[in-house]
């Protein structure tokens, strides 16, 4: 199985400051057929079901904030919040879906300092 | 609207069965690969299986933590998903949720997608 790695596993950032949220994959999740990363990052908030941000390592899903940002290939990638929002604290975690089996990441928290 | 409600989930015996169900609407089941996730209290999300679409004949896939205790099916006539969980252990105890593999295409006849419609999940607990 591909295991993911996030770091850190957890994160306190000021308000209107940058987080970021690195992932790491034990195997490429490169396609070389179609060039594209099968690596996403969900957002999950307390008592809620996990929401899709970023798939393709850097496509943003409908609807979700321009502060989210998605980059990377091979096996590193990052998330990254441009502008901390209030509404932003929740867990996110990064999943391969390279390869069935789909692995997640462990998950990290992220709190208002 | 895109929905996904499950149901099933209570409290049973370590060995014991129990059979959870996801109703869908709002876009066409049969195209659609699903999945269902799990997550332990305060802990993180763990992909429990899948099971592809019409096209490929709705053939399933599971986590080796669930490989031959647990089961993935579909009534197409009712837009249903189902887990049936068999020989159940404490360790399953969890929210499970179902989930749509919505994001991406087909590629060299790989098909896989990210999971961009999550329903609210239902409680499994597996305890004496």
């Known amino acids: 199985d591909i295991v993911m790695t996030q770091s850190p596993d957890s994160l306190a950032v000021s308000l209107g400051e940058r987080a970021t949220i690195k992932c790491k994959s034990s195997?490429?999740?490169?396609?070389?057929?179609?060039?594209?990363?099968?690596l996403a990052w969900y957002q999950q908030k307390p008592g809620q079901p996990p929401k899709l941000l970023i798939y393709?390592?850097?496509t943003r899903e409908s609807g979700v904030p321009d502060r989210f940002s998605g980059s990377g290939s091979g096996t590193d990638f990052t998330l990254t919040i441009s502008s901390l929002q209030a509404e932003d604290v929740a867990v996110y975690y990064c999943?391969?879906?390279?390869?069935?089996?789909?692995?997640f990441g462990q998950g990290t928290k992220v709190e208002i300092k | 609207e895109v929905q996904l409600v499950e149901s099933g989930g209570g409290l049973v015996q370590p060995g014991g069965s129990l059979r959870l169900s996801c109703a869908v609407s709002?876009?066409?089941?049969?195209?659609?690969?699903m999945d269902w996730v799990r997550q332990a209290h305060g802990k993180g999300l763990e992909w429990v299986g899948r099971?592809?679409?019409?096209?490929?004949?709705?053939?399933?896939a599971y986590a080796a933590s669930v490989e031959g205790r647990f089961t993935i099916s579909r009534d197409e006539s009712k837009t249903s998903l189902f887990l049936q969980m068999n020989s159940l252990k404490t360790e399953d105890t969890a929210v499970y949720y179902c989930?749509?593999?919505?994001?991406?295409?087909?590629?060299?006849?790989?098909?896989?997608?990210?999971?961009?419609?999550w329903g609210q999940g239902t409680t499994v607990t597996v305890s004496s």
């Open positions: 989930v749509r593999e919505g994001k991406g295409y087909c590629s060299n006849g790989v098909c896989n997608y990210a999971m961009d419609v």
């Open positions: 709002g876009f066409i089941f049969s195209d659609y690969y």
């Open positions: 099971s592809r679409n019409k096209a490929n004949s709705y053939s399933t």
């Open positions: 195997q490429s999740v490169l396609y070389s057929s179609n060039s594209k990363n099968y």
């Open positions: 393709w390592a850097s």
């Open positions: 999943q391969q879906y390279y390869t069935t089996l789909w692995t």
